[in-house]
């Protein structure tokens, strides 16, 4: 790998930049990913719709818009060959706002979050936020009701959850303790200044029209209890994000909305060495494996001797336990290969999915745990992660990782081949561990798996950083993993 000078920026990582920028959200991200997709000659594809697959072909589907699964179909494949896989997640914790979001205290006007995963929610305060996420809106095409799903991003700061004065909490450097549930309100606006500016909502005590002006029939019909789901959210944010979709206030019939940090990831470091940005769990691994299959296929010849079917699976909802219809948790997985398998089965003839999958392997790819030199003694030894070293290879013996001897040694040997660095993580005995997707593929569909991620800092804070050599090791590692597997699987005898 040549390395650019500290003045340059890797062009691999300046496209990163770009992807961590476009996705504040899931939703973003997989939009962002299918306009790669897209642009790459890859075709979509809809789970309510017949399938036609072709050898060499390659193709996309998304569940719920938040999950999105790609594939490219090897010349040679015949039905009942297997999968090569890449698996990550779109999903980072966040604070999304409550279906009832409208909070009014003290003069403010708040806003209602509920928490999302585990994250390290003391990072949240004093930080210029911002919504973004989906929302449907009503629409009448020729005086018939249609909803469309629209995302949406707010990219002015207009939210900020506050820190009390240390003089107010003589003891919050010995400990910052957060009550989620009343402390993490983020500020929307002063009531006052809402009610001058007309936008506050006229069922709110106090609230009324300014210079004499009478309400508008939208008002009067609001403030006589009109039946309108906005009244569970506050106007002035309604109106603002009507303004960006451009329809109105009540044409919002619901959302998903989550807060989002407005700093933009960025290169940093006086070397150019780090990343800082949010979203790196798990958005890097997204977009390594991601940008390794479209790479890996660009060319006419890419899939030429390919047997196999290579594939990138980006799911919701990992950091919450993935059981949803769009998690790893969901039969998605089986369905694409079932859906892809049956496609290509010459004359509707029937083929083993049991077979399918025994072929098969999933590369689990979520990010890791890189020795902190502030925190050394929570490595152990033997086993400490480091920035500009490459992708992680994760063992627990208690299954919170899905690795073995087997799958570790074909990962390994698909880098040593590429003279790509790999390490090794296992948590200390006296420690918990956490987990990934790969343990419930690993369990749920019967598919042999590797856990790895590329290591990195502050995992779950609003602001992250990882390696800029890493980015660069993790897509090398993935591509060379799609062009190298068939060929190493071959050679590898387990169960004969």
């Known amino acids: 790998m040549v390395k650019p000078s500290k003045s340059e920026v890797h062009p ?15 939703f973003h991200a997989v939009d962002e990913a299918k306009r790669r997709l897209k642009h790459s000659g890859y075709e979509q594809l809809f789970e309510r719709e017949d399938w036609n697959l072709k050898e060499g072909g390659k193709y996309f589907f998304t569940r719920n818009y938040s999950t999105i699964i790609a594939f490219a179909i090897g010349q040679k494949y015949t039905a009942g060959n297997g999968f090569h896989i890449v698996g990550a997640h779109t999903d980072s914790p966040c604070l999304k706002l409550k279906p009832s979001s409208k909070v009014s205290k003290g003069g403010f006007l708040e806003v209602g979050v509920q928490t999302y995963g585990g994250g390290l929610w003391h990072t949240w305060f004093d930080r210029d936020l911002s919504v973004a996420g989906r929302v449907i809106v009503k629409k009448n095409i020729q005086g018939v009701p249609s909803y469309s799903h629209e995302l949406v991003r707010i990219q002015e700061p207009i939210l900020r959850v506050p820190t009390l004065a240390i003089h107010l909490d003589r003891g919050s450097n010995d400990g910052f303790k957060v009550n989620t549930q009343s402390h993490l309100l983020p500020v929307l606006a002063t009531a006052i200044k809402a009610e001058v500016n007309r936008k506050g909502d006229p069922n709110e005590k106090g609230t009324t029209a300014t210079n004499g002006d009478q309400k508008s029939e939208k008002d009067q019909k609001s403030a006589e209890g009109e039946e309108s789901d906005n ?3 506050h106007l002035l944010l309604l109106e603002l994000l009507a303004s960006k979709l451009g329809c109105e206030a009540e044409e919002i019939c619901d959302f998903e909305l989550q807060l989002c940090d407005t700093q933009p990831s960025v290169v940093a470091g006086v070397e150019n060495e780090f990343i800082f940005s949010g979203r790196l769990d798990n958005l890097c691994m997204s977009f390594c494996s991601l940008k390794a299959l479209l790479d890996g296929t660009a060319s006419e010849e890419s899939l030429q001797d390919e047997t196999g079917v290579r ?6 909802h990992e950091e919450v336990g993935s059981n949803s219809a769009q998690g790893a948790g969901s039969p998605v997985m089986l369905d694409a290969f079932s859906r892809i398998t049956s496609s290509l089965s010459a004359h509707g003839s029937k083929v083993s999915l049991e077979k399918v999958i025994q072929r098969s392997f999933l590369v689990s790819a979520d990010m890791a745990h890189c020795l902190h030199p502030n925190y050394m003694d929570k490595h152990e030894d033997n086993h400490q992660p480091r920035m500009h070293n490459g992708l992680v290879i994760k063992n627990n013996a208690n299954q919170r990782y899905a690795t073995n001897a087997v799958t570790s040694f074909i990962f390994r040997e698909i880098g040593k081949k590429h003279k790509i660095p790999v390490q090794d993580f296992v948590v200390r005995n006296d420690m918990g561990c956490g987990s990934t997707i790969g343990p419930i593929l690993a369990s749920g569909v019967g598919i042999r798996t590797v856990d790895v ?8 804070s609003i602001r992250e950083m990882c390696g800029v050599d890493d980015v660069i090791y993790s897509y090398e590692h993935l591509k060379a993993y799609f062009e190298e597997f068939t060929n190493l699987d071959s050679q590898i005898k387990v169960d004969f």
Do not use: C, E, R, W
């Not at 594939?311 to 919701?316: I, K």
């Not at 991620?453 to 779950?460: I, K």
């Open 12 to 26: 691999l990582v300046a496209d990163f930049i770009d992807f961590l920028n476009a996705s504040p959200t899931a």
């Open 231 to 233: 009244k569970k959210h």
């Open 311 to 316: 594939m990138v699976a980006l799911f919701d």
């Open 453 to 460: 991620g590329a290591p990195q800092l502050s995992m779950h």
